[in-house]
């Protein structure tokens, strides 16, 4: 983190500008502008957007990562993983640090009184675990195809229209429904957002254990992939 930041004016204040000020703007345009008509849509918006920017934040800072650490690999015996985790936890307290700044104005000026701050630790670990897993999978897969980064970038931003985070999930037609109902990003937002925004234990609970399972796929797939390729890493790098 002290490297990210060295020789730049604001320092570890961008770890927080950007999250919160385009927490900011899309939350003047989607409730101003569009209209989205949502009750306390301040704090909708934030139980959808700030776990959302922590997660394309980490992969796209996570899936070069191996590649460009070539030189570190080939001179040192570092667990390859572990540089990984490294930059997965650097966001995530990039991430931390933005929520409590942004939640503490937006919770003031809530009339919601349907909020359960105090289960955050559950879908917060989860989310935590499943983008660990998914950027170790995708920065090994891109030592050995290089579109990797690029696909999934591309992917992301399709996702952030498809993924209901600026807008509830029953403004989506029913027949296209499926499509939310196939993406795993979804449900790991979901349960961080029924901790903070709309709380009722019969949708929190369901929804936590869908992304528990999520985040349980995603590191059994990790971690099979790791076993087979990783001795094939440092021919490639």
């Given at each position: 983190m002290k490297a990210r930041y060295r020789k730049t004016a604001a320092g570890f204040l961008w770890v927080i500008l950007n999250p919160i000020i385009l927490y900011s703007v899309q939350s003047v345009v989607f409730r101003?502008?569009?209209?989205?008509?949502?009750?306390?849509?301040?704090?909708?918006?934030?139980?959808?957007?700030?776990?959302?920017?922590?997660?394309t934040n980490t992969l796209e800072m996570s899936i070069p990562y191996l590649y460009n650490s070539h030189n570190l690999l080939r001179g040192f015996r570092v667990n390859p993983f572990l540089l990984i985790l490294c930059q997965v936890l650097d966001n995530f307290f990039n991430f931390i640090v933005a929520f409590l700044i942004v939640v503490i104005p937006v919770s003031f000026y809530s009339s919601s009184n349907q909020s359960a701050y105090y289960l955050l630790p559950l879908p917060i670990f989860i989310l935590l675990i499943s983008i660990a897993a998914i950027s170790s999978l995708a920065s090994l897969m891109n030592v050995f195809y290089r579109d990797t980064k690029f696909v999934l970038t591309f992917i992301l931003n399709i996702?952030?229209?498809?993924?209901?985070?600026?807008?509830?999930?029953?403004?989506?037609?029913?027949?296209?429904?499926?499509?939310?109902?196939?993406?795993?990003?979804?449900?790991?937002?979901?349960?961080?957002?029924?901790?903070?925004?709309?709380?009722?234990?019969?949708?929190?609970?369901?929804?936590?254990?869908?992304?528990?399972?999520?985040?349980?796929?995603?590191?059994?797939?990790?971690?099979?992939?790791?076993?087979?390729?990783?001795?094939?890493?440092?021919?490639?790098?």
């Open positions: 101003k502008i569009l209209k989205i008509e949502v009750p306390d849509y301040a704090l909708f918006l934030m139980g959808g957007l700030l776990p959302w920017i922590f997660i996702m952030y229209f498809i993924t209901p985070i600026f807008y509830p999930i029953e403004f989506v037609p029913q027949e296209y429904r499926w499509v939310i109902d196939i993406n795993p990003l979804y449900y790991l937002v979901e349960a961080f957002r029924l901790a903070v925004y709309g709380h009722y234990p019969s949708l929190f609970w369901p929804a936590l254990m869908k992304a528990s399972m999520v985040a349980l796929s995603f590191t059994l797939i990790s971690a099979i992939y790791w076993k087979r390729r990783k001795n094939d890493l440092y021919y490639y790098i």
